[in-house]
């Protein structure tokens, strides 16, 4: 656990610009955010006004968030939402945090997608990709599937909230699925259970992150089902991580896709690949 440097002493008086200056080792936009959700203000009206006092409840709640903030507990399960694709999610520690570079998966499916598509998100967690590709095209029939059910119960709060019409199934990977689709999306887990990176995801699902083979295992799984659930010149796209792309084509093409490639995210790094399946 890091060490707080939040001041417990509730019956002191600190303004918020007071408070902010004390939490110098946390990102200064972290400690804005803190304070517009704990007080209900927005960003200008923090920046505006860094002599309002806090009450002692505000402060120790403040503290408490900045904390869990130095303990690696991601801003978006404190605040119990998370934006993506311009949508204001609901998350849970029972889902992911939806990443910005996952938007990339979504805009490369949006490009493939015809009037008449139906599209499956495997792994869907928050609804992430499968709310924001049915948000763009309401006239197309998008499925999400997760093998976690509290995951889905997630899914299904966002999907009611934002009124966007999503069908939600159980399922590890294509188990207990029936059906074909044009197009198949996942961001499933790929990180290798060795990644010294993992000790600052403790916070997040480790089911929703980890893979073996040096985090390949699901991915393998997936490419090697998905064509028994593509419809004739179906796509299947996949995001990765950044050292995986080389070895996602070759397993493409292994399992007989055509039209391999794979597209670079705003960092540059190739981080979705993609392929075309044609019944012979
Ligand atoms: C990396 S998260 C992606 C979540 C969401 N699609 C996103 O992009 O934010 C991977 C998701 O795959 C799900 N998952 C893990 N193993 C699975 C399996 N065997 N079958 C189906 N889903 C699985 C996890 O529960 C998690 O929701």
Redesign the pocket.
Same mark, same amino acid.
């Given at each position: 656990m890091a060490e707080s440097k939040a001041n417990t002493n509730a019956s002191e008086i600190l303004t918020t610009g007071q408070w902010i200056k004390q939490q110098d080792d946390l990102p200064r936009l972290d400690c804005e955010l803190t304070l517009c959700y704990i007080l209900g203000v927005n960003r200008a009206s923090v920046l505006a006004c860094p002599e309002r006092p806090l009450s002692a409840d505000q402060l120790i709640e403040t503290n408490r968030w900045a904390d869990s903030l130095r303990n690696d507990v991601p801003f978006a399960y404190l605040a119990g939402e998370q934006e993506f694709w311009g949508l204001k999610l609901a998350v849970s520690r029972n889902?992911?945090v *939806?990443?910005p570079e996952?938007e990339l998966l979504v805009e490369c499916a949006l490009t493939l997608i015809k009037s008449g598509t139906n599209i499956l998100?495997?792994?869907?967690?928050?609804g992430?990709?499968a709310l924001a590709i049915a948000s763009e095209r309401p006239d197309i029939k998008v499925t999400g599937?997760?093998?976690?059910i509290d995951?889905l119960l997630v899914a299904k709060k966002n999907s009611m909230s934002l009124d966007i019409d999503v069908t939600l199934k159980q399922?590890?990977?294509f188990e207990s699925l029936t059906g074909h689709w044009q197009i198949i999306v996942s961001?499933? *887990?790929y990180i290798d259970p060795g990644d010294p990176h993992l000790k600052h995801l403790h916070a997040e699902?480790q089911?929703?992150?980890i893979a073996d083979e040096q985090g390949v295992a699901?991915l393998r799984k997936i490419i090697a089902e998905a064509p028994n659930y593509l419809k004739n010149k179906g796509w299947l796209l996949l995001e990765h991580g950044f050292d995986q792309a080389q070895q996602v084509r070759l397993l493409l093409e292994q399992s007989g896709f055509q039209a391999v490639g794979s597209h670079r995210d705003l960092a540059n790094i190739e981080r979705v690949t993609l392929g075309q399946y044609i019944y012979e």
């Open positions: 889902v992911l *939806p990443r996952t998100d495997l792994g869907t967690g928050s992430a990709i599937s997760d093998i976690s995951a399922s590890s990977w961001n499933p *887990p699902p089911q929703a992150l699901d």
